[in-house]
């Protein structure tokens, strides 16, 4: 089914970004957050520098109390900049080059705005810099690209990397489950149910692509084209690029061990 954005229960609305593609899905979601009945918002991931997205953005959020960023690819981050210009806010995020008037965003941090209440959980791995945002009120998990509403995502090496994606995938299993959140918002795709069904297979599927790489490299495979050549042949070409990157992240994470 295609995914369009809007609504999301009472705390979330999210736009589409006119930037689709075998990545990025149907394009990236811009997420606007608010308190029923509040006046400011808060904006995660604005997305590309497309002036028709960030005026679509700018009129479904209202006052902007704040921006905040899932991480620094340029598909969610882009727009940043001239979004928070526009709205007259500051822009925040775990890498310091996107700030903008405000302090880097910290592992266990809540974020307040007008009764919104969002806790910054680091989730590095699919990039160094990537969180998630815990919105306990709604019950969801905003999830930026560590997972994706379709597929799976991409172990951005050098930056990402496999280990600390794994660690990653088992703390937000476990806090959803102590938590109870019920939906995962991510930054490409649609809202996915059942979290810890999710966060598990995507545990899986990594554990077992490592199985496929280790095997593929006891058959002799010498580099990561090979690798991708006979781990990857059921998946569209179109992705390999992707999936050597991925693949270049486990062989650096099957070297450390
Ligand atoms: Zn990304």
Known sequence: MTWTGGAAGAYARCVLAPNPGHMTLEGTNTWILRAPGASRSVVVDPGPLVEEHLAAVARAAGDVAVVLLTHGHPDHCEGA????DRAGC??????????IGEAPLS???????DGLALRVVASPGHTADSVCFLLLAASALLTGDTVLGRGT????????????????LRSL???CAARRVRQLWPGHGPVLEDPVVVLDGYRRHREQRLEQVRAALAAGAADALEVVQSVYADVDPVLWPAAEVSVRAQLEYLRAE
Do not use: K, M, N
Not at 158 to 163: K, M, S
């Open 90 to 99: 500051g822009v925040r995020s775990v890498d310091q080059q996107w700030l």
């Open 107 to 113: 592992d266990g941090e809540v974020i307040e705005v």
């Open 173 to 175: 299993q476990e806090l």
């Open 81 to 84: 900049a001239a979004f928070a």
């Open 153 to 168: 995502s991409v172990v951005a090496h050098p930056d990402g990397a496999l280990g600390p994606y794994l660690t990653s």
